[in-house]
């Protein structure tokens, strides 16, 4: 989500081959660089898919004479975008293509990019499997992956692109817990990162775990709020 | 949606081949005979497919002396719901099967069967196209077909068993604008039908347009509801 102030990230650690085989795996994965960028990640898909497209980054970034450093040398956000699209992209074919075995569409994955480098504008982009994106802008100022309905509405209605941190990650936690609520594919622990323009460093960072007295509160809460909001609204009669 | 009051049923009229080919078709039909029987079926995806079972079901009911009368004559909503399920797969076997095209998933098609027979409690059911069903209860107490995830979080939370009829319309139209807000497959008008227990013909009926006057002040006031909602809640902290 970009905000004025600058960007706010969740994502949710629940990763399924079916119903019967659910584990946690972090979907958050960031870079930074002191004073110069910061850069985020966030996976949805194919876990093995994401897990080579973040591993390859990763290598780069640990062997920098070897290699072009995509993630710290890439002189915009856009050229981090294009980079790891064609990464995500060629990773997905190979798996599909090269295996000698089924498996159209079982291998994508989408992503979304967030960050800013030192002069520049901190910017938001979903990439797709092909390996081409978009950027947000005002008029869609927030990007959803993976297990995206639930929780749209809330998003769509709360917005505020001149809110405050504090609202957003309250915004997004309701978002989030909509999803938990409804779908099974979506599970605690959540991970947040707010990123405040121009610092470079998380402003703030967090793993939200089932535990978490406040996500608790916000969760058993909002069932009343909406209860109390749908009331407070005017009644529906039967007469025209 | 059951209530211990009765049901309440309310179904968008949008149909769509693409994008660029959208039409206005009702998706909720309706049989009646007085003091003894009220029959309620609600369809979603392939049009050709519901269109098709609904007028078997017509035909039948306009001949009643050449063929069996599933909707009068049965003496039970499950007997109502087995041929009804019944039909709906042959249909979607015809259109799948038997026309030397692909076609493959391409005329699927689920309904909702809701009703009353005399001396029977209301009941609900769900139909898959494979012709087979479930059946609502106190833990499951409605059901959506067709774009469900957009509109489902604000009933999970909103249902009550016990709530009066008119904070049930309010709360299926929250849920509707929702969806109607998030996916251009989902249109007004709206169909809303209100029955209630042991009256056998409808409490309440009507067909929502876009310029109904209460449902625009819904619309527009539950965004501001829910900002509301949103700020009630507890202020989260980046401090511990």
């Not at 985020?40 to 920098?64: C, D, F, H, W, Y």
């Not at 504090?166 to 979506?186: G, P, Q, R």
């Amino acid at each position: 989500m970009a905000l004025d102030k600058g960007l706010v990230l969740m994502s949710d650690t629940r990763t399924n081959s079916g119903v019967d085989n659910i584990s946690t795996f972090r979907k958050m994965f960031r870079w930074q660089q002191p004073d110069e960028r910061i850069i985020v990640l966030m996976t949805a898909g194919n876990l093995a898919t994401t897990q080579a497209v973040i591993s390859q980054l990763e290598e780069r970034n640990k062997a920098p004479d070897q290699r072009h450093n995509t993630l710290f040398e890439a002189p915009t956000m856009f050229q981090v975008a294009v980079e790891v699209g064609r990464l995500l992209r060629d990773t997905i074919q190979t798996s599909q293509c090269d295996n000698g075995q089924e498996g159209e569409g079982r291998f994508t994955a989408s992503m979304i990019l967030a960050g800013q480098i030192k002069g520049m504008q901190p910017r938001l982009f979903m990439l797709y499997p092909e390996g081409n994106f978009i950027e947000a802008s005002p008029d869609t100022p927030f990007f959803q992956i993976g297990e995206t309905k639930y929780g749209r509405p809330i998003l769509l209605r709360g917005y505020e692109h001149d809110m405050e941190f504090e609202d957003a990650v309250k915004l997004l936690m309701v978002s989030f817990d909509s999803t938990l609520k409804a779908n099974l594919s979506v599970g605690m622990p959540l991970d947040l990162l707010v990123i405040g323009r121009d610092r470079f460093e998380p402003l703030h960072e967090k793993r939200i775990d089932k535990n978490d007295l406040y996500f608790q509160a916000i969760s058993s809460m909002w069932g009343d709020s909406l209860k109390e909001a749908v009331h407070a609204l005017p009644e529906y009669s039967f007469e025209d």
